[in-house]
């Protein structure tokens, strides 16, 4: 199977660092690619090329977290991450930023039905 392209907005947000032993690129190609959704920071170290703690690993998520990329979500048992989905309206605009005005006004009747019963596209 191939490996799946880092979308460009997630792509715009990723820090690159000549000091460090595994970049963000490698955690999001890991957490793009895998085969759940969310994985534990253990999981995406197992899951890379490269010699890393998992402290290290979990440090790296921990700043992508931050710049707007990964989502964690937290557990008793121990936290996973996600990659940030981007909620999309059938016209493209991203849900999250459109006022609700503006939503209200819309003369597209079927994508205001989409907004309605919360169908959104995650790209």
């Given amino acids: 199977m191939s490996e799946k392209p880092i979308p460009k ?3 715009e947000k990723i820090e690159y660092s000549d000091d460090r032993k595994v970049q963000h690129e490698d955690l999001v190609r890991v957490l793009l690619n895998h085969e759940r959704r969310r994985v534990s920071a253990y999981q995406v170290q197992q899951a890379l ?3 890393v703690s998992k402290y290290t690993v979990r440090d ?3 700043e992508l977290v931050v710049l707007d990329v990964v989502n964690r979500h937290e557990y008793e048992m121990g936290d996973t991450f996600e990659l940030e989905h981007r909620r999309l ?3 493209g605009s991203d849900l999250r930023h459109t006022p609700t005005k503006q939503l209200l006004m819309l003369n597209n009747i079927p994508a205001l039905r989409n907004v309605s019963v919360g169908r959104v596209n995650s790209h």
């Fill in 60 to 62: 790296r998520l921990e």
């Fill in 49 to 51: 090329d490269v010699d």
């Fill in 89 to 91: 309206l059938a016209d």
């Fill in 9 to 11: 907005h997630i792509k």
